[in-house]
């Protein structure tokens, strides 16, 4: 039958992906939405039919209506949201982070372990971008010989209010983190940051832009410029150097207008514009895979991975030295 959905957290990506569960996915529903915002709840919610508002997680899950969860509160509220999943047994997609740091993400891999199978998919959305997706299979087929170094932009308009550095690497830099682990294959296991001088348009003591370094288990070099008060639109562009070649995704291609000695295009305002094939994509197939008992996509311990390097990422940020990434021995469940 349809899937009902429980969406927590009803913020900016939440409200987004309660609209795609509403008109978009097919083989789903709302059936709850919880936010410790009752008001914004209930507005939510009034517009969907069969649709309960609620302050708390716990009893949205006891709702019968409920078969699955998608968390999309602040990285912080994950864990507890999680783990209340878990103890239901329902199906789960979490908005990335996983969690905020790698004890607490290794907590919920833990917790997921010990039911014995996997419930939960990571919202890593560009895994299911078609310019990622294109740049994945390239990457496999090897047609260029070995991948080297993966060169990465990422620009946003501009900070929400409240941005903070570790922020910056939990939020944003994750995306790249799992990118990097997904398109070469290999762990990451260290981290430098160097910081350039702040932006006059970054908000006071946030140090924006900033330039990551990682290296892989391979070998493999990767640098990530993080530009999150750019001011002029949302860009997501990653380059591959491999042996005889190079492959880039992201470039914006739509209209090119040429007109009175100037040449140009348009820039994506917002990654929920940017990313808004891959959000629908990475639901729908949440939503078929979930129907069918089934679990696949970013899991837990990409989740773990993710939350480790970011970890030795604030704390490179912070020293400035290049941090090494420790993990556990990866469990048999995500082998
Ligand atoms: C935001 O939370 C996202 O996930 C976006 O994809 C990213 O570009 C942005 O920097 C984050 O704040």
């Known amino acids: ?37 009752a008001e914004r709840a209930e507005k939510v919610a009034r517009g969907i039919e069969g649709c309960t508002p609620h302050t708390d997680l716990a009893a949205a899950m006891a709702d019968p209506a409920v078969d699955a969860v998608l968390i ?4 912080p509220a994950h864990e507890a949201a999680l783990l209340a999943a878990f103890e239901r047994d329902l199906p789960v997609l979490c908005e990335k982070p996983l969690t905020p740091d790698a004890a607490s993400a290794l907590r919920v891999l833990r917790a997921e372990q010990a039911l014995g199978h996997r419930r939960t998919q990571v919202g890593f959305m560009r895994r299911y971008d078609a310019g990622y997706l294109r740049l994945k299979s390239l990457l496999d ?15 946003n308009p501009a900070t929400p209010p409240g941005f903070t550095d570790a922020m910056l690497v ?20 260290a981290v430098r940051v160097l910081r350039p001088v702040p932006s006059g348009n970054a908000p006071d003591g946030l140090g924006d832009p900033s330039l ?25 562009v990653c380059e591959a150097v491999c042996e005889r070649g190079t492959a880039r995704t992201g470039d914006d291609h739509g209209l090119v207008v040429n007109s009175e000695g100037h040449w140009g295009g348009s820039i994506t305002p917002g990654f929920v514009e940017r990313f808004a094939d891959a959000y629908d994509r990475q639901v729908q197939r949440w939503v078929d895979a979930t129907r069918r008992g089934e679990v696949e996509g970013p ?13 030795a990422g604030v704390r490179a940020q912070l020293t400035g030295d290049r941090v090494a990434v420790e993990l556990v021995e990866r469990p048999a469940l995500y082998s």
């Not at 999309?72 to 990285?75: E, K, L, Q, T």
């Not at 991948?147 to 620009?155: A, E, G, Q, S």
């Not at 790249?176 to 762990?187: F, Q, V, Y």
């Not at 370094?213 to 999150?228: I, R």
């Open 170 to 189: 939990n939020d944003s830099v994750v995306h790249e983190i799992d990118t990097t682990r997904w398109l070469l294959g290999e762990e990451i296991t």
């Open 299 to 311: 899991s837990c311990w990409d989740g773990y991975a993710a939350a480790a390097v970011c970890e």
């Open 72 to 75: 999309a509160s602040p990285g």
């Open 1 to 37: 039958g349809t899937l009902g959905v429980a969406v927590i957290g009803t913020g900016r990506m939440g409200a987004d992906h309660v609209r795609r569960i509403d008109t978009v996915i097919s083989g789903a529903r709302v059936a709850a939405v919880v936010d410790i915002d």
């Open 212 to 236: 990551f370094l990682f290296e892989t288990s391979a070998g493999q070099v990767v640098d990530t410029e993080l530009f999150q008060n750019c001011g002029f639109g949302y860009q997501v």
């Open 141 to 155: 087929a090897g047609t260029y010989g070995r991948t080297l170094m993966l060169h990465n932009k990422h620009r």
